[in-house]
């Protein structure tokens, strides 16, 4: 019990050998001052000059809370904090002795700068030493680690993490291979197979920003190579911090030409409403407008349970949480009058295919109807722009879902705006939504498995929802009306190969795929465009689908048709005549 370690007891063991080591510099100090010949009157007041910068050097040192450091996680930058404790406690005591210097009698000042840098070298020595020991003798037992990238980042894991034994640095800067990186002589990437192998390399830190296609081939020869213990650097809050590569690392597209610049153009001091402000994509847009600056979020949705969550998170700005359908007209309409919104972004609609499928009636008044509600509301009160989220199911659409998306891009497209600029913002899944495949895998790997996959071909567009999100926001700032912009989502990505990866990085590459058949309205492969179109726009991650023209007087009447009519189904033939619905 007297040997377990406790925060009382560290600091006790460090201020005892302060004491010690204090009392051997500043001897030390006396001695090469006089070349180890010191005169017995120089010394009569030792204890004196000890006493008080003893007091004043642990006081310092534990001003910076360097007694409550663990011995053995001592690092680079409580190193600089002993500096700066001493460089704090020397200036008081040369400052005491010229207050009051008949007490100090003969006492050489010049013993303070050489005890300043005895001091500084021993106690820092001291607290470094049970490191070295313990890297010494623990590397043996650590796991192989090599880093690829040699930066600010992985000298940092090297030099002050000691729970990984850095074997080998890789780096695929032609500049840097062959120079030396904390006595480690950088290596080629080329050569990352034969690295991992020769050099028996249990576990991979990469320090480095690859592109997609990069990572993924970095990803692959590891994998390979069998090393499944791969971790990244991650900048959260300017902070770097090491985390477990995920399916969402290898899939993200990082869009290079982002323009921050102009989405806060957009959004800044603007009063923004938000439909399905609790969904996946809602909340994500809300938090969004809350960077760029919006003036205000009238956060709009049926969820209570939703509307209450992103409503707490957002804390910067003034938000007003309305909860209610976007088919009821009426208080909709209420809430347009009441807060006269600038931009409008809609993103409320039913989106789960299956259910869609078994509830026909519901999805086309809550995606159709809501959705011309909310345009023809934004028209009426003059909203500056109004952005609808849409779908890579609309295209050649082969459920209901998809479909009722598709009608309401029509409305939007053709719908007259009347000084309001309405444009549509189409793409694929967006990774860790709501519904998408990846909480499921993740779930069932946890579980042990099998993970379901309904068909060995199934392919799908992803995209994380923060990079949708900037692009949704982007699209509607270049908007002038009547677009409907395609978000470039790289290349589609077979299903089956998701779930292999995330097995994979799970470390539980034995579990069992299932293919359970396409459900109802599922097709195997989505698309982004009707019609090859050439409509670029200034940015490559956003181009314009080609335009359908669909006469309003007539679609309105369509509209009001399906919502009464019996035969749904085919009344949606008819206003889309590329939907083949699918029962599978």
């Not at 510099?25 to 009157?41: E, I, K, M, P």
């Not at 347009?336 to 809609?346: A, C, E, M, R, T």
Request: charged letters at 25%.
């Amino acid at each position: 019990m007297i040997l377990k370690p406790s925060p009382l007891k560290r600091a006790l063991f460090f201020i005892f050998f302060d004491i010690l080591i204090s009392l051997g510099t500043l001897f030390l100090a006396y001695n090469l001052r006089f070349n180890f010949s010191v005169d017995g009157t120089y010394l009569d007041h030792f204890f004196l000059v000890f006493s008080i910068l003893l007091f004043l050097k642990i006081g310092s040192i534990a001003y910076f809370n360097l007694y409550e450091v663990s011995w053995r996680f001592f690092s680079l930058s409580d190193l600089k904090k002993i500096i700066y404790a001493h460089l704090i406690t020397y200036p008081l005591m040369m400052g005491i002795y010229y207050m009051v210097p008949e007490y100090f009698g003969t006492f050489p000042r010049s013993v303070l700068i050489i005890d300043f840098s005895l001091s500084i070298l021993f106690l820092g020595f001291f607290r470094i030493l049970k490191r070295l020991i313990l890297e010494n003798d623990s590397n043996k037992d650590l796991q192989k680690t090599l880093v690829i990238g040699a930066n600010v980042f992985s000298q940092s894991i090297i030099k002050e993490r000691n729970d990984y034994f850095v074997a080998s640095v890789v780096d695929d800067d032609e500049h840097i291979i062959g120079t030396y990186f904390s006595n480690m002589k950088i290596e080629t990437i080329k050569n990352l197979s034969q690295i991992v192998t020769d050099k028996n390399i249990d576990s991979v830190i990469i320090a480095k920003a690859f592109e997609i296609d990069k990572l993924n081939e970095i990803y692959q020869q590891l994998i390979e190579c069998g090393i499944i213990d791969i971790r990244l650097i991650s900048l959260t809050n300017k902070e770097a911090t090491l985390k477990n590569l995920t399916i969402e690392d290898l899939l993200a597209r990082n869009p290079k030409d982002l323009d921050t610049k102009k989405i806060a153009e957009f959004i800044k001091d603007k009063v923004v409403l938000i439909t399905g402000a609790g969904g996946s994509i809602g909340s994500e847009i809300s938090r969004q407008c809350q960077m760029f600056g919006a003036k205000k979020l009238i956060l709009v949705d049926n969820s209570e349970y939703n509307l209450y969550s992103i409503t707490e998170e957002l804390t910067n700005i003034e938000t007003v949480a309305v909860m209610q359908s976007v088919v009821d007209k009426e208080r909709l309409e209420h809430t347009f009058k009441l807060h006269k919104p600038d931009i409008v972004i809609h993103a409320a609609a039913y989106k789960h295919v299956p259910l869609v499928e078994s509830n026909i009636e519901e999805a086309i008044v809550n995606n159709v109807l809501g959705t011309k509600n909310v345009i023809n509301i934004s028209i009426k009160y003059k909203v500056q722009k109004f952005v609808m989220i849409s779908t890579d199911k609309a295209v050649r659409p082969t459920n209901v879902m998809g479909t009722t998306k598709r009608i309401c891009e029509l409305y939007a497209q053709n719908s007259n705006g009347n000084g309001t600029d309405i444009v549509a913002v189409r793409f694929g899944n967006v990774l860790g939504s709501s519904g998408s495949v990846i909480p499921k895998f993740r779930s069932q790997i946890e579980q042990g498995g099998p993970i379901t996959v309904t068909h060995p071909d199934i392919t799908r567009y992803f995209m994380l929802i923060n990079e949708a999100c900037e692009l949704v926001l982007q699209a509607g700032a270049i908007g002038t009306g009547g677009e409907i912009f395609i978000l470039d989502m790289g290349e589609p990505v077979k299903i089956v190969d998701l779930a292999k990866k995330m097995c994979e990085l799970s470390g539980k590459s034995d579990i069992k795929i299932k293919f359970s058949g396409l459900r109802p309205g599922e097709k195997l492969y989505e698309e982004l465009l009707i019609d090859e179109s050439d409509a670029k726009t200034e940015y490559e991650s956003i181009t314009v689908a080609s335009p359908s023209r669909y006469e309003i007087e007539k679609l309105n009447r369509d509209i009001d048709e399906l919502l009464t009519c019996k035969d749904k189904l085919q009344k949606l033939k008819a206003i889309v005549p590329e939907f083949e619905h699918r029962l599978n």
